[in-house]
């Protein structure tokens, strides 16, 4: 019974920080599903003409491994963050809507399962993560592969806009006395600039994706070219959604080396507005260079040199950013925790990933690489060596502040230096691979090639990568039962989610801060002279939990597996369920 | 049960909800921005079937557009009514926005099912296929709106929409408003710019 009551809190919650920790964990969980879908892409790979699994299995494999590390790890364990650490650093008891936190939570999971359901049924999407058309037509493409894939990254979509609105109004509108906009931390700061690119890039690949069901389900032309339709129609809209997703990727992971770099360097962030404005720019410059994903269709010489130029010129603001993280470290007290070494392996590996790729934002040379495994080592050394390097940083810093404990430093360094080894073995010779010829997406090779000896080593990496994130696993294990217990401030760190105890309460703040400097923990009078009171002193409203976020979610995933099966009576039920839910939500008392 | 007085204060001033419905009407314009840029890069490049100028019915259409003109106004008049506490003309503006509203949707069902009588259809070439995707999305758009203003009447009739839930009708007529612009768009980008 006891077990029962503790499950239906977690399902009923409304709570930032719990709601964060559901994130964490079921991205965790998919980041795991994603890494061995790689795994056994790698086995595959690792000598030519192998015959692991068929040539069908692995477009699935390298289609759900893209779809599921960008939409089901990255994302939400970037969300996971903005949960738990944003209300808290801006002085805040919670969002601003903290069912609608609920409810994007709910469908973000039921999503995801929704996805990868298509193993079980033997349907998994195939087309790759960027699903060309019309490759992705029911004549090219017949069954349910495509439409569990479009399908749900539609639910999906509907998940990160709510939450992408919920967290633009909780920065905005909920921040504490005296958080001016030039004082909040960056990590807030990179949360509201992704959150500002969620909710103008999902409408895009909406409505591309919406195209794409009506041609499937309702025989529509708009990617037919035997009626006058354009393939192109999709890429473009497909990239004008894409390349500010990558952004969606890199800019939390930027936003967490940016607390954890000054923290660990004893120094305040150096040239604070440049790395502010360095993010506002990346994501205004990131709407203006989309095509050079498409420099092999022919888009002609002057569009080609326009989207060359735009990609070049977004080169410098990242610079900038990882000039300002060098900075800060230069002449600092340096102490190399785990977290640290997290950030500056970030930094390290976002330098190798971005000047690769420079090299394809010219035209003449991505007509070389495009399709091939430079490609592949490039987005990885941003995505894994950036993204994943950056959340593990985030994941080391603030596991103290979430669960009261601080995980094992030695197992840590074990998971760092496994990490960094097994992803540099990975993702370095992918370069030669590529420029040697060989072609992505493609399940085996020739021997001829000459190629086996660098997949074999790449395959090597790939399995250390997997064991430090076994050892990540042990440390978590590890530290549930011995770590040591963590004090309010265990880094000595300058923001405000370290001024209350770890975990935090229930209210997070016994009294709202008054904020007086961009460092309140660091400068002497950052922050009010009184230490935040033990108790709160007067009874603070909570709001409880509600049944109907979830319930609303559930009618979407019926509704969305009524269209997946065609099956109206399901699709009636599910929309039933959702109405119910949208009413009963807004009819029920729930004071914030 | 005390409110803590700090969730009540915002850092803008303005209530969270209503931000949060303009962030929502931004990313709604991203949506319709792709419908109706599709639209464009499609027109005139059908191979079969009718198109705009042999079917479209520009006078019929101005009439629906005017009827969702005036339902901003109602719309308008409804937000004084309840701001002012004036319960009859809440009711009397939420119901003709509501009707208003309804009326437009009836011309689109009546114009939809002419269209298809004379041979364009979803599937029977590119503008069939974004016209009716960009005109039913909007449509689509329009019924929601009309279900939140009859469930508003709804709450009014129960004596739960008083002055202090002036918001509430608020957030609906900034919703209905943009429905109302977007259309304004439609209307002029598929009918009067053929
Ligand atoms: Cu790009």
Redesign the pocket.
Known sequence: MRLRSRIWSWVTTTDHKRIGILYGVSAFAFFLVGGLEALIMRLQLASSDNSVVSAETFNELFTMHGTTMVFLAVMPLSAAFFNFVVPLQIGARDVAFPRLNAFSYWVFLLGGLFMNVSFLVGAAPNTGWFGYANLTSSQFSPGLHVDFWAIGLQVLGIASIAAGINFIVTIVNLRAPGMRLMRMPVFTWMTLVTQFIVVTAFPVITAALVFLMFDRTFGTNFYVVAAGGDVLLWQHLF?LF??PE?YILILPAMGIVSEVIPTFSRKPLFGYAVVVYSGLLIAILGWG??A??MFQVGLGPIADSVFAATTMLIAIPTGVKIFNWIATMWGGKLNFTTAMLFSVGFIAMFIIGGLSGVMHSSPPADLQQTDTYFVVAHFHYVLVGGSVLGLFSGIYYWWPKVFGRLLSESIGKWHFWLTMIGANLTFFPMHFVGLLGMPRRVYTYDVALGLDTLNLVVTIGAFAMALGTLVFVGNVCWTWRKGEAATANPWDAAMLEWAIPSPPPVYNFSVIPTVKSRLPLWSEDGYEPKPLPEDPPGPIHLPDGSYWPPVTAVGIIVAATGLLTGSLWVALAGIGMLVVGIYAWALEPFEV | MTHAEATHRTSTGLDSRKIGMWTFIGSECLLFGSLISTYLVYHGKSVAGPTTREILNIPLTSISTFVLLMSSLAMVLALAAVTRGDTLWTRVWLATTAALGSVFLGFQVYEFTAFVHEGLTLQVNLFGSTFFVLTGTHGAHVAVGVLWLLSLLVRSFQGKLGPEKALNVELAGLYWHFVDVVWIVIFTVVYLLQ
């Open positions: 990239w894409g390349h990558v260079v989309w050079h994903h």
